[in-house]
């Protein structure tokens, strides 16, 4: 495994880290405590982005940290690259959406880049990049069980030249926010087919009539503004031939190739949350007393302390093997790899940030430090991209072939 990075790499990590600490840091409670503050007069003027967020990407383009998600093939970094940055990031919530870095929308562009006609890449991608507009991602469904993503239901049929859609998703990251513009909805198109040729991805302008936005729903509390999840319906919406993303029957290839690095930011992403989250419980553990001693010295801190350390250490290792067997060999190298992450990354996540909030005693639980919510987003991600069974299930079945072992 060679993780060495580049010099490019280096001096980007270097300037992002800087940025975050200098220009995002300062000002991230205050643009949560007005979030809070909307939220708490009520629904409606929630889902507004605030001033600063434009600020913020205004002062980082001008440095050049814009779009450092692009794959190497695109003039981009590596995937070994990326990952310290995507772990920078990781420290804090709203770094991503600065630097146009943030899911859904960079899995989005990633396929519009890689899968994209011409046309879908002029009209959606270039203002994407650009920051102009956000988008969704339209995968998981109420009705059914969606960590097996052939169960989908929602139909998309041909009618001359247009597509009609007709169905329900839910848990649609980034279509509350009030640029969100464009929606990828994968779609049944031809129940008939073989189980992976079944779905396509289809391109749905957000104001296509049709297209409602039913509710805005929580995470454990939490709606995520400006970005949210939402539930949306789709009612005989349509749609031109020409938004099918790369042909009809096509979206299980474009996953396969969409969600190998996207799993990598994810999982680097909360290694910077597990690290912010230590820092955190060091800050306070040692600051304050009971029992006539430091809280780190009492009750096994000390050694909760060191099996962080020890935890976060070995899934950067893991994470950073991942990503490099998917520079040397694409998604198909490294899907074991992958999976194996996808479980590793939020445990080690949950279990230092559960560390971090017991340190700090009821205001671990309160909004006044950042860990409930860290808390809430990393257990979040044990079912985006799929649920922890799915891939142990790929991992263990992987590891029986090793052996001639059938399913």
Request: proline share 5%.
């Amino acid at each position: 495994m060679d993780v060495t990075l580049s010099a490019r790499a280096q001096e980007l990590l270097g300037q992002v880290t800087e940025f975050i600490a200098t220009e995002i840091e300062p000002v991230e409670a205050d643009y949560h405590r007005e979030i809070a503050q909307r939220r708490a007069a009520g629904q409606g003027e929630n889902w507004l982005e605030l001033p600063v967020m434009r600020e913020l990407q205004a002062k980082a383009r001008a440095q050049g940290l814009w779009n450092l998600f692009l794959p190497e093939d695109h003039g981009g970094l590596s995937n070994v690259d990326y990952t310290p940055i995507a772990e920078q990031t990781g420290r804090s919530f709203i770094a991503p959406y600065v630097f146009n870095c943030n899911a859904p929308d960079t899995g989005n562009m990633e396929v519009l880049l890689r899968y994209g006609s011409d046309l879908q890449k002029e009209e959606w991608l270039e203002p994407l990049l650009d920051g102009r507009i956000r988008s969704a991602f339209l995968m998981t469904e109420p009705a059914v069980a969606s960590s097996d993503a052939t169960n989908m239901e929602l139909t998309a049929v041909l009618d001359g030249d247009e597509v009609v859609l007709n169905g329900t998703k839910w848990f649609s990251t980034g279509v509350g926010h009030p640029d969100c513009e464009i929606l990828i909805v994968m779609a049944l198109s031809a129940p008939e087919a073989d189980r992976h040729h079944r779905h396509s991805m289809i391109l749905v302008p957000r104001s296509t009539p049709g297209v409602t936005v039913e509710r805005m729903l929580t995470t454990m509390g939490y709606f995520d503004e400006p970005h949210g999840h939402g539930e949306v319906s789709l009612t005989d919406v349509r749609v031109p031939q020409g938004n099918v993303i790369s042909g009809l029957g096509e979206a299980f290839a474009i996953a396969q190739g969409r969600l190998g690095p996207g799993r990598v930011h994810h999982c680097m992403r909360l290694i910077g949350l597990a690290e912010k989250a230590l820092e955190l419980a060091v800050v306070r553990g040692t600051s304050r007393q009971a029992f006539g001693k430091p809280l780190m010295n009492l009750g096994g801190n000390r050694e909760r302390l060191a099996e962080a350390r020890i935890a976060i250490e070995s899934t950067r290792l893991l994470v950073l093997n991942a990503a490099w067997k998917l520079d040397v060999g694409g998604p198909m190298n490294a899907i074991s790899e992958v999976s194996q992450i996808k479980v590793a990354a939020p445990r080690m996540a949950l279990d230092v940030i559960d560390f971090a909030m017991q340190i700090h005693g009821g205001a671990g639980l309160t909004d006044d430090f950042p860990l409930a919510a860290a808390w809430t987003g990393a257990r979040s991600l044990r079912f985006a991209d799929g649920p922890d069974e799915v891939h142990l299930g790929m991992v263990a079945r992987l590891e029986l072939m090793k052996h001639g072992a059938s399913r």
